[in-house]
């Protein structure tokens, strides 16, 4: 009898486990631009222990976006601390809070575009080779003309 139990308590684990994610990223928007990290991670502290806050910033500026993702250890903690703060006023901003989605869902460049793209600078770079090559050879006066219609003129002197 004992085996049998320890067998559904296992699944039972197993099942919850599966559930339950290890940590809850929340997103906030319209963030104070000089708000720091230090200052997001205290509004968040009061709900329950903070893992990681990342605040957006701008390429050389390095200035806020004005928008953050908080990791949280407590999926439970982490859904409190968006009912209370989305909505509350901080720095005299209504700030805008919501469970982050997953990154599968958010629009970015995907790995599979890489070569795509990669093929394309290849073909450009081709094409700009055989203009080079056919600028050296051509006769002045092909020189001025417009080079979709160099290649027609070229193909009909073939």
Known sequence: ???ITKKKS???V???ASVV???TMVYISNLNYERKESAIKSLFLPYGDVKVVKLLKEGRDNKSKGVAFVEMFVRADALVAIKELNGRVVDDRTLKVSEAKPQAFV???VKK???VMLKRIE???EIKKAEKKFDDRAP???KDLNPRRKKKINKKAR
């Open 1 to 3: 009898m004992k085996e």
């Open 10 to 12: 296992f699944k039972k």
């Open 14 to 16: 197993a099942k919850v």
């Open 21 to 23: 994610k290890p940590t």
């Open 107 to 109: 629009k970015a460049p």
């Open 113 to 115: 575009e890489l070569p």
């Open 123 to 125: 073909k450009i770079k």
């Open 140 to 142: 002045s006066f092909l």
